[in-house]
Nanobody, 124 residues
Framework: QVQLVESGGGLVQAGASLRLSCAAS????????MGWFRQAPGKEREFVAG????????RYADSVVGRFTISRDIDKDTLYLQMNSLKPEDTAVYYC?????????????????WGQGTQVTVSS
């Protein structure tokens, strides 16, 4: 079992950058496929980015390609999401999630453990 705690959210202006972190506890982080999802008010939770066991492969939603980068530090049991050139439409609660299967999925229902979320607000 893995427990996840996100941090790094905040209020920024359009064009700014933020780095989200997701600290994992438990012995299986290195064997977990990890992902970032987000949920805006009144909308479904959507896939943002995912990363495989050995930091490969990675996959991104079309809306964040070229702006966001997902990475993981196995030694620190931490997942990251570097977000650059933020836009107001990136405003949402961001969640990290994990699954103990090798395949990288964009489907939120394939992930078995979740963090509590961190708010990102981008003003125009």
């Amino acid at each position: 079992q893995v427990q996840l705690v996100e941090s790094g959210g905040g209020l920024v202006q359009a064009g700014a950058s933020l780095r989200l972190s997701c600290a994992a506890s438990g012995r299986t982080f290195s064997r977990s496929t990890m992902g970032w999802f987000r949920q805006a008010p009144g909308k479904e939770r959507e896939f943002v980015a995912g990363i495989g066991w050995s930091s490969s492969p990675t996959r991104y939603a079309d809306s964040v390609v070229g702006r966001f980068t997902i990475s993981r530090d196995i030694d620190k049991d931490t997942l990251y999401l570097q977000m650059n050139s933020l836009k107001p439409e990136d405003t949402a609660v961001y969640y990290c999630a994990g699954r103990q299967l090798r395949g990288l999925s964009m489907n939120r229902y394939d992930y078995t453990y979740w963090g509590q979320g961190t708010q990102v607000t981008v003003s125009s």
